[in-house]
């Protein structure tokens, strides 16, 4: 009997002790998903007070982060946490719990502070008497670059961990806080970009040129829409002058291309990509449109191009609703009906194109001077841009070298990857192969899914829809309208060319329109291979392509799926998250 309270008494505190742990645990893990919890609504709120400029809400909000960032560290930092990521079944947990208790920690005390600090001095960029304070500027470089670093940190953290098992409250909870974190991140990469080009591109260094570009999503090209009004704009110190506005029509069809054209762009947009400047945007390759049009105006005008930027006329409803309506001869321009007047009443309104072309170019005016007067409010009218860059709506490129290299890879670069090694890029494009302005009536989206992975190679299904919105006596519009006369198809009718461009090394197959099955023969151009197929949509009229993709070896991360952006506003572009 000796013997066996002699075993069973160290037996039994073990068994205590296990308990005791076991119940400590618990409470622990209780506590810090309360503490999780604040902090998850403290970053939303943050991410509000911030588009508010409410600085004292930001400070309190930044204070309760702190607060709730160091409890959850110090509750996950000892021996006890780290023996809990060692069990079965809780193990991950535990790990996805200290990971996200890391995450807030720093954020409270490396990340918020200085993004608090730079939206203090965000009023400051709003220009007046068209011109940006170049060296308000430079004071936010620090704060954000500071900010940007940790978010960038903190979002690759949060990447680290697989949450799909975890107990279905904290993966929900997790979840939320990485997609927060990941838009913060993205967000605060983009102002980072542009406080690192903005001073030098404002003339900081002495006087710039730049060509502002409006794409006319009315006769859709890849990037958007034909480059329809041209704008010369100079800085010098941060003060902008609109110079001249040139009409992109008035630079008539030359003889041969403006630039060398690859084979490869020889087949798939002809010779009319340099030699018609209305085309330069057939490709999707917005630094190569950018070098097109600059030549083409290099060969005509007498300036020197350092930039060029583009934006369409859903981007510019964006504007105006941070900066309020504006009114052109006897047309009020507002955010709910500038892409209407812009791309569709006009052409009702004047016949001759030379008017309508004079109108473009007030609206550029005005819209200018709307903007550099500082109406409106700076933090919306960011909120308005960042969104229309998102939705691959505004372009810049620069010919300097370093600044293009400090906008590579961000939305508004509007690069065509071709490099193998980079995560896979997969783009869907439309032309219209008329000259019309049918495609205001243009409706599609695009749904792209990594279905599986095998030897390092992502496999995609993709759909398309398309349709026409164009009501059913089309062709009793004007001619600039339906293009006709310069059509294949009856008046009314939108005749197009789609493109589905594989990643850089990958494969595409299996293409249908409707149940038709589609030549797999495609082409090749810096390694992506690409099917194209022409399509005609009478009025009301809808069709569905479907197809299948290969990524290329080793591309295992997310794929960015990058669509032409239409009338509609929203993104039609997306990410297909990795099947890997």
Not at 14 to 28: E, N, P, R, T, Y
Not at 305 to 330: F, H, K, N, Q
Not at 478 to 497: C, E, N, R, W
Not at 543 to 559: E, F, L, P, V, Y
Request: proline content about 5%.
């Amino acid at each position: 009997m000796r013997s066996r309270r002699a075993w069973l008494w160290p037996l039994l505190t073990v068994f205590l002790l296990i308990g005791a742990w076991g119940a400590w645990s618990a409470w622990q893990a209780w506590q810090v998903y309360g503490d999780l919890d604040v902090a998850v609504e403290k970053v939303d709120e943050i991410e509000v007070a911030v588009e508010a400029g409410d600085s004292a809400r930001l400070e309190s909000a930044l204070d309760d982060l702190r607060a709730a960032g160091d409890s959850a560290r110090d509750r996950t930092d000892g021996f006890g946490w780290t023996a809990l990521t060692w069990l079965p079944v809780v193990g991950d947990d535990a790990s996805g719990v200290r990971a996200v208790a890391e995450v807030v920690s720093d954020l409270g005390a490396d990340g918020v502070e200085p993004m608090v600090r730079a939206s203090d001095g965000l009023d400051q960029l709003a220009p007046r008497d068209a011109r940006v304070d170049v060296a308000a500027l430079l004071e936010l470089r620090d704060p954000v670059k500071r900010a940007s670093a940790a978010l960038s940190a903190a979002s690759a953290r949060l990447a680290e961990e697989d949450p799909s098992g975890y107990v279905d409250r904290f993966k929900v909870k997790y979840r939320e806080l990485a997609a927060v974190v990941r838009d913060a991140d993205h967000a605060l990469s983009s102002v980072d970009t542009a406080l690192e080009v903005l001073p030098t591109m404002l003339g900081a260094d002495g006087p710039r040129n730049h060509l502002l570009v409006f794409q006319n999503n009315a006769e859709i090209r890849a990037t958007g829409g034909l480059p329809g009004a041209v704008t010369l704009a100079t800085a010098r110190d941060g003060s902008i002058e609109l110079v001249r506005q040139v009409a992109a029509n008035s630079f008539r069809q030359l003889d041969r291309p403006v630039l060398p054209l690859t084979p490869a762009e020889q087949q798939l947009y002809g010779p009319l990509l340099g030699t018609f400047m209305l085309n330069a945007t057939s490709t999707p390759d917005f630094p190569r449109a950018a070098e097109l049009i600059k030549a083409r105006w290099e060969r005509e005008q007498p300036e020197t191009i350092d930039s060029i930027v583009s934006l369409d006329p859903v981007a510019l409803s964006y504007v105006l609703e941070a900066t309020g309506p504006v009114t052109v001869r006897d047309v009020e321009l507002t955010a709910d009906n500038v892409v209407d007047e812009l791309l569709h009443e006009v052409y009702l309104r004047y016949e001759d194109p030379a008017e309508q072309d004079e109108f473009f170019r007030e609206v550029a005016r005005t819209t200018f001077d709307l903007i550099s007067s500082g109406r409106g409010d700076v933090r919306a009218l960011m909120s308005g841009l960042a969104r229309g860059a998102d939705e691959g709506r505004i372009y810049v490129h620069s010919f300097a070298e370093d600044e293009q290299q400090a906008l590579a890879g961000s939305d508004v670069a509007g690069e065509f990857v071709t490099d193998a090694a980079a995560d896979p890029q997969v783009t869907v494009t439309l032309n219209d192969l008329t000259m019309s302005k049918m495609s205001y009536f243009l409706d599609y989206d695009v749904s792209v899914t990594a279905t599986h992975c095998g030897g390092g190679r992502q496999a995609y299904t993709g759909h398309m829809r398309v349709s026409s919105s164009a009501p059913d006596d089309a062709a009793s519009l004007p001619a600039y309208i339906t293009g006709a006369g310069s059509s294949p198809a009856d008046p009314g009718t939108q005749f197009l060319m789609v493109r589905l461009y594989s990643p850089a090394g990958g494969e595409v197959s299996g293409v249908k329109l409707d149940a038709m099955s589609i030549d797999d023969a495609a082409i090749d151009q810096d390694g992506r291979r690409i099917a194209e197929l022409q399509l005609a949509l009478e009025p009301g009229q809808e069709s569905n392509i479907r197809w299948t993709m290969k990524s290329g070896a080793d591309q295992t991360g997310d794929t960015e799926i990058q669509v032409t952006p239409g009338v509609q506003s929203g993104a039609k572009s997306s990410v297909a998250r990795s099947a890997c």
